[in-house]
């Protein structure tokens, strides 16, 4: 093992939080892309409907609900990016997926 100088180690530091918020920034920047289209929000309610993100995640057998859970779990996240980057888009694509049920 290296032994650093701490003014090594602290530019290495910053160097990993600047690439960290770019990444941060670009994650973001993607989420807006995909809820600026038609077909990125319809993806996006496709994916929380399949993670049932507004459904009971319980079965009555505890596999099964764990399971569900954890689907439940990876849906959630999506749905927190979105609300956190652009909330204005949700009321859009429920909209959106209000007036395609009707159909």
Do not use: Y
Not at 49 to 66: I, P
């Amino acid at each position: 093992m290296t032994d650093l100088e701490p003014e090594e180690i602290e530019r290495l530091s910053e160097e990993a939080h600047k690439k960290s918020i770019e990444l941060k920034k670009r994650d973001d920047q993607d989420i807006e892309n995909i809820m600026n289209t038609e077909s990125g929000r319809r993806f996006i309610w496709s994916l929380l409907e399949e993670t049932k993100v507004f459904a009971s995640s319980f079965t009555g057998d505890n596999n099964s609900t764990n399971f569900n859970e954890g689907q439940r779990n990876a849906g959630l996240r999506v749905f927190s990016r979105v609300m956190a980057v652009c909330p204005d888009m949700w009321l859009v694509m429920a909209k959106e997926a209000k007036e395609e049920e009707k159909q």
